[in-house]
């Protein structure tokens, strides 16, 4: 009697420890379903945000932080790493005039930068400036000590990185099934991943729907400028129609 209840309770431990694990793995990917929610909604604001954030925190390190005897590590090279922040202060700007529509600048903006009118280009440009927060450099004197608060640089440069990358696999399955629908215009679309209800629309959401407008608003002006198309050609002759076309009653 007393194997046979070792059995059950062996037995009941391990079914409750297979529904923990499932349990677990589904709060797992339900946390992780809503982070790419929350990243691909924010992301413009996000990387504003981080990268205002760690440039005063540098600053602080370069000009503030540490002493004559316990020197900050990055204040060892500080014209070239007081640079690097101030790269961080323009690569800000530059994505909050990413964000205005309306704003000239941005016209200015994407005709001398014209890779930021690409898809791809956006994404990159944002891991390239991801890597701008990572630790920057240094090198401790041996006569002095030295203080290294790079925590912040790295997540910092490990959490904007990993929001560019998940806006890069966005981008190349967003492109991925607009080829599929290009090509097969009855295949079923590719099912988005996230929640449905309202979404907010990041500065790369808008710019991809625009292409996509645009695109029909050239083929569009194609149709228009045709000059067989008869509504406005004056000189349309339907004695120029094929046999085919007028029993079809074109």
């Not at 629908?181 to 500065?203: C, I, S, V, W, Y």
């Not at 083929?219 to 349309?236: E, G, H, K, R, V």
């Amino acid at each position: 009697m007393g194997e046979m209840k070792d059995k059950l309770k062996d037995k009941l431990n391990n079914q409750l420890a297979d529904v923990d694990k499932q349990k677990l793995k589904d709060n797992a990917r339900q946390g992780w379903s809503k982070f790419v929610t929350f990243v691909e909604d924010f992301t413009d604001k996000i990387f504003i945000s981080v990268l205002i954030g760690v440039g005063i925190w540098n600053l602080l390190r370069l000009f503030v932080f540490g002493d004559a005897d316990n020197i900050e590590i990055i204040a060892t090279h500080k014209v070239l790493n007081t640079i690097v922040v101030f790269y961080m202060f323009c690569f800000a700007g530059l994505i909050f005039i990413l964000m205005r529509e309306d704003d000239p600048k941005r016209v200015i903006l994407v005709h001398y930068a014209a890779f930021l009118e690409d898809d791809y280009g956006r994404v990159f440009f944002l891991l390239f400036t991801a890597m701008f927060t990572y630790p920057m450099d240094g090198n401790c004197q041996m006569d002095k000590g030295c203080t290294n608060n790079d925590w912040a640089d790295w997540m910092a440069g490990s959490f904007l990185s990993t929001a560019a990358i998940i806006n890069i696999i966005k981008v190349f399955k967003a492109k991925k099934a607009s080829k599929r629908g290009a090509m097969d215009p009855h295949a079923p679309q590719m099912e988005d991943h996230l929640p449905t209800g309202e979404r907010k629309e990041n500065f790369i959401d808008r710019d991809f729907q625009r292409h996509s407008e645009g695109e029909d608003i050239r083929a569009s002006q194609d149709f228009l400028n045709d000059p067989n198309t008869p509504i406005l050609n004056p000189t349309y002759d339907p004695s120029l129609l094929d046999d085919e076309d007028e029993e079809h009653g074109y």
